[in-house]
């Protein structure tokens, strides 16, 4: 169990660029959310994967946001033409379903937009 | 909807000193409700949990107990140490597990 993984770590990119950023959950989990947070906050949901099939998406999240899980395993999200409000940390967790709603965080991938 | 209310930052105390964080929350039904703890560089971690009216999670020495008539999850310690200074984070679980959380509160210890 190597816990959950996110690439990269930092992320500068300039307005109107787009980002992907990859999360590798615990191999066995089953669910993965993905969060954002930002300075003086907790994390706010935004998505949400059982297997590959997305279940729910919050309506923080906008058009410009897409993620994906195509195999069940690893996850992407992607934000098209950022802007400086996308800065942030995005969280990614993932979790074994009937395993009593523990979910394992990654270490999280800071967004910055100049 | 779900939310989590926790009482404004940041807290500074000295070693061995008493530690209670609040923490309220307001939810349909009968969610399961969490302390995670972040570490300076880390990711965030489960500290406790309780899943019922009148459980007490507990876990290094922090405790909290599910308190569904003041619809609190107030985190205590008794004895606070330097290694303990992060940011506190009371969470709630709505359906498919999704956490809702608090804005967080950070902790520093003076040795």
């Known amino acids: 169990d190597t816990g959950v993984s996110q690439n990269p770590r930092h992320k500068i990119t300039k307005r109107g660029q787009n980002v992907t950023f990859r999360c590798d959950p615990i191999s066995e989990h089953n669910r993965l959310y993905w969060y954002r947070q930002t300075l003086g906050q907790g994390p706010e949901f935004l998505t949400y994967f059982q297997n590959e099939a997305q279940l729910e998406k919050s309506r923080l999240l906008s058009d410009r946001f897409s993620a994906e899980r195509p195999k069940g395993s690893f996850s992407t999200l992607e934000i098209q033409r950022t802007e400086q409000g996308d800065s942030a940390m995005y969280l990614c967790?993932?979790?074994?379903?009937?395993?009593?709603?523990?979910?394992?965080f990654g270490s999280g991938t800071q967004l910055s937009v100049l | 909807g779900n939310s989590v209310t926790q009482m404004e930052g940041p807290v500074t105390l000295s070693e061995e000193a008493f530690l209670t964080i609040n923490c309220t929350y307001t939810a349909t039904g009968y969610p399961s409700l969490f302390w995670y703890v972040q570490y300076p560089g880390e990711g965030l971690q489960l500290l406790l949990k309780a899943t019922k009216a009148d459980d007490k999670g507990s876990n290094k020495g922090f405790e909290a107990t599910y308190r569904k008539e003041t619809t609190s999850f107030h985190l205590e310690k008794g004895s606070v140490q330097v290694s303990d200074s992060a940011v506190y984070f009371c969470a709630l679980a709505g359906a498919n597990s999704k956490l809702t959380f608090g804005k967080g509160i950070t902790l520093s210890v003076r040795p």
């Open positions: 967790a993932s979790s074994l379903a009937g395993q009593g709603e523990k979910l394992f």
